[in-house]
Structures are given as structure tokens and as C-alpha cells.
């Protein structure tokens, strides 16, 4: 897999997927990482970074293990569904915050 031009490294990739914004010298993979096909994919594996540890540590709380598993999975899917559902609008917000177009 070729690497592109501003690619961020696995540090600042995790920033992005907070929420934060990159420097100007990422702003091509950002684009790409936005708007090129594949981009709810993308988006939903950067969601998904976020939601495991989250939903690991409801796993890890005592209780019954099938209320743990259950919690677990609906924060995964409640996630991973919010994502999907409004995608078009986070993708619009991460553009405008990187000054892209």
C-alpha cells in the first residue's frame, strides 16, 4: 500500500480520529482521507478505535457476563451506527475545520 503525501504516522492518525485538527503539512491526506471513495469506511474504522477501549472498559466492570457483553455491543454498534448515520455531517465539520473545501 503506497503511503500519500502528508500521511500523519500513527500518533497524529489517532489525534485525527479524536477530533483534533492536523497541521498544514497534513492537509492532502486529510483531503484524501475525507473525500476519496472509501471515505465512510475510513471513518467508521477511526470510530471504531474509539469505541473498543470504551467498550472494553464496560467489559471489564464486574456484573454478569452477559449484561457486560450486552453493554459492551451497544456501545459498539450504538457507535458505530451514529457514525454512519450522520457521517455526511461529521465529514462536512472536519472539512470546515481543516479549511478545506
Not at 483534533?20 to 482521507?33: I, S, T
Not at 472494553?56 to 457486560?68: K, N, T
Request: glycine letters at 8%; a positive charge; proline letters at 6%.
Amino acid at each position: 500500500m503506497n503511503r500519500i503525501a502528508g500521511d500523519p504516522g500513527p500518533v497524529r492518525w489517532l489525534l485525527f480520529a479524536v477530533g483534533f485538527r492536523l497541521p498544514v503539512e497534513n492537509r492532502e491526506w486529510v483531503r484524501h482521507e475525507l473525500t476519496d471513495a472509501g471515505w465512510r469506511v475510513r471513518a467508521l474504522v477511526r470510530q471504531l478505535v474509539i469505541l473498543l477501549p470504551i467498550a472494553g472498559a464496560f467489559f471489564a466492570l464486574p456484573g454478569e457476563r452477559s449484561v457486560r457483553i450486552a453493554i459492551a455491543a451497544l456501545v459498539i454498534f450504538g457507535g458505530l451506527f451514529i457514525a454512519l448515520t450522520y457521517g455526511d455531517s461529521l465529514r462536512a465539520a472536519r472539512l470546515r475545520q481543516h479549511r478545506l473545501p
